[in-house]
T-cell receptor
């Protein structure tokens, strides 16, 4: 199957700083990638859809000015958490399509963000 | 929107069979996915049902009934490594997935 990587796998930062998370499709091109957030013992919640060469589409309740998404190439999408606060501490997972089923998503390994 | 319901937790014994149910309410969808997720890791694909009926893949099988708004994942010959969360998710055609809350399965010796 397709491989999606994320970097970093974990990050600890101080409140007020910005953190950038990268999502790469290693062996296929992805015009669309998705960013999910998962709080402990909860399921994945879609944050936004990242579209190559155009603006991201954000889900209701997700602040686009706080969670900046850039999809500059067909293999890379970045999520920047600006002015992070403790409540932003979560597991962030990206995914990209191209799987066996028409809409199967391949997930990155996730990034654990802890904001002190 | 979509409502997807799964039991929060289940416990089963090594070597046994367990069925994880998923009920949903939605105006329409292309198919239903089941994913496995170990703690701190990304979900991995298990199955995808488009038509009603049972899809079998080794120890794992998944069933879908569109008329009943119901699916289940069946795990046979349980192994300790099967302890994980199992996520039912709908492919609504938006390409992103809508996930249920997940079922945490604990396999005991």
């Amino acid at each position: 199957g397709a491989v999606v990587s994320q970097h970093p796998s974990w990050v600890i930062c101080k409140s007020g700083t910005s953190v950038k998370i990268e999502c790469r499709s290693l062996d296929f091109q992805a015009t669309t990638m998705f960013w999910y957030r998962q709080f402990p013992k909860q399921s994945l919640m879609l944050m936004a859809t990242s579209n190559e060469g155009s603006k991201a589409t954000y889900e209701q309740g997700v602040e686009k000015d706080k969670f900046l998404i850039n999809h500059a190439s067909l293999t890379l999408s970045t999520l920047t958490v600006t002015s992070a606060h403790p409540e932003d501490s979560s597991f962030y997972i990206c995914s990209a399509g191209g799987g066996r089923a028409d809409n199967e998503q391949f997930f990155g390994p996730g990034t654990r963000l802890t904001v002190l | 929107g979509q409502n997807i319901d799964q039991p929060t937790e289940m416990t089963a014994t090594e070597g046994a069979i367990v069925q994880i149910n998923c009920t949903y309410q939605t105006s329409g969808f292309n198919g239903l996915f089941w994913y496995q997720q170990h703690a701190g890791e990304a979900p991995t694909f298990l199955s995808y049902n488009v038509l009603d009926g049972l899809e079998e893949k080794g120890r794992f099988s998944s069933f879908l009934s569109r008329s009943k708004g119901y699916s289940y994942l069946l795990l046979k010959e349980l192994q300790m490594k099967d302890s994980a969360s199992y996520l039912c998710s709908l492919d609504t055609g938006r390409r992103a997935l809508t996930f249920g809350s997940g079922t945490r399965l604990q396999v005991q010796p």
